[in-house]
């Protein structure tokens, strides 16, 4: 049983993220997704989120091709994640190429090209200017 795990915040749930996370479970047979919290999204990412975590989380587990999923607390939780969850590939997409290759002692690092012309922050401004 070959394990991947994928991390982000997936909101406004759009086709790139379904790209990247049916790529990820073709990489292996169970996917986690370590979901960002609203915590985290602010403290770090400064990303304010439109769905609360609860409801990025129910719309993450409707989908077929994620086996579970877990909150993304912090920057540092990948390698321990890795760890706990047995994960045999890290994959995220390529607009963090390079930034997380200190996994690859712990296991495969694999980036995707992204789905370029779709983004929450693009799908806002739209919404905003219609
Ligand atoms: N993604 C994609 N194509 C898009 C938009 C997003 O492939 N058009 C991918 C991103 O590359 C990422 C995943 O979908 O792999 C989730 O995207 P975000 O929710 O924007 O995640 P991000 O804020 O980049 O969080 O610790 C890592 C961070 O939590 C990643």
Redesign the pocket.
């Known amino acids: 049983m070959k394990r991947v795990i994928?991390?982000?915040?997936?909101?406004l749930l759009h086709y790139?993220?379904i790209?990247?996370l049916r790529r990820a479970k073709a990489l292996g047979d169970y996917l986690v997704v370590a979901l960002?919290t609203d915590e985290f999204n602010w403290n770090a990412?400064q990303?304010k989120c439109y769905f609360s975590y609860e409801k990025r989380k129910q719309l993450l587990e409707a989908i077929r091709y994620v086996d579970l999923v877990i909150p993304?607390e912090s920057?540092e939780q990948k390698k321990t994640d890795i760890k706990e969850y047995h994960i045999d590939t890290f994959v995220?997409?390529d607009?963090?190429a390079g930034k997380f290759d200190f996994l690859k002692e712990s296991c495969e690092v694999v980036y995707?090209p992204?789905?370029?012309e779709?983004?929450?922050t693009q799908i806002k401004k739209d919404l905003e200017n219609k």
């Not at 994928?6 to 909101?11: R, S």
């Open positions: 994928t991390y982000g915040t997936f909101d790139g993220h790209n990247l960002s990412k990303k993304e920057w995220i997409g607009d963090w995707l992204r789905t370029p779709v983004s929450t």
